[in-house]
């Protein structure tokens, strides 16, 4: 018997083992985290994680809590395993009073163990007045003080890297936002792009990638309004970079097969 297959039986295996794969792959069940002062959390929570999972295979757990406040510790952070069963962890809250060196450690060390960051806007002056390293070795940078919230434009530094493939040049922030000033660029921080250059002042790294333990992290300063949160090219460029952060981005800057956005289920 002839142990090879003739193309014309070989090309159609091989494109029912393709299909297969694709229905095959598990979405990406990602948590985000948001809360805390000064953003409006109940419509952003909405935007993000419908207009990710309108581009990629992600299904959601969403936590808020603490409106309003600065101090609040999210109770999920009191679980020892607090993490577990979640492919990417995106990061939204702004609590930076909390200093706690114990309680924000245990939520960096899930991530130092390999779980995947998405680092969004006020996470990054989220616990900023404690005494630990280690959320600000999570994030790659440090950053203590922005800007009065105002128009700015971003600057693309590598628009070969998968996360930047499509995102402009130049690119103008629809709404006022706030400029983080970033102190420090940890080791291993890559930025991906700044604010357009400014005389006299502190790094303005606003998107970049960062290793932490086992984990990928990606991460933006920019997010403040809803206006931001809602534009295509910046809803564009997280979702890249959550699919990076799993390993499901591919060179050329889209999701990786079966990690397309699913088509809406008919009713």
Not at 57 to 82: A, F
Not at 202 to 218: E, L, S
Request: charged share 20%; aromatic share 10%; with cysteine.
């Amino acid at each position: 018997m002839n142990a090879f297959l003739p193309p014309r039986i070989i090309f159609p295996v091989l494109l029912l083992s393709f299909a297969a794969s694709l229905r095959a792959a598990e979405p990406i069940h990602a948590l985000l985290i948001a809360g805390g002062c000064c953003h409006d959390y109940a419509t952003q929570k909405q935007l993000l994680t419908e207009g990710i999972s309108a581009r990629a295979n992600v299904t959601w757990d969403i936590l808020v809590e603490g409106l309003g406040t600065r101090e609040h510790r999210m109770s999920l952070y009191d679980k020892p395993d607090w993490s577990e069963g979640y492919d990417v962890v995106v990061h939204d809250e702004c609590f930076g009073d909390i200093t706690n060196v114990e309680f924000i450690e245990h939520i960096a060390q899930a991530h130092f163990e390999g779980l995947p960051a998405v680092m969004i806007h006020c996470a990054i002056h989220s616990y900023r007045h404690t005494s630990t390293d280690e959320w600000r070795k999570l994030l790659g940078v440090s950053s203590f003080y922005h800007d009065k919230a105002r128009p700015f434009q971003v600057r693309s530094l590598n628009p070969d890297h998968p996360i930047m493939k499509g995102f402009p040049a130049l690119w103008q922030d629809p709404a006022p936002d706030e400029l983080y000033r970033m102190a420090k660029l940890w080791p291993n921080c890559t930025p991906l792009a700044k604010t357009i250059d400014l005389t006299n002042t502190p790094d303005t790294t606003c998107v970049w990638i960062n290793a932490y333990g086992k984990a990928r992290v990606f991460g933006t300063t920019l997010g403040h309004a809803n206006a931001t949160v809602q534009n295509a090219d910046y809803l564009d460029l997280v979702t890249r970079g959550l699919l990076w952060a799993c390993g499901k981005l591919d060179e050329s800057g889209h999701p990786k097969p079966g990690y397309e956005a699913r088509p809406p289920r008919a009713r």
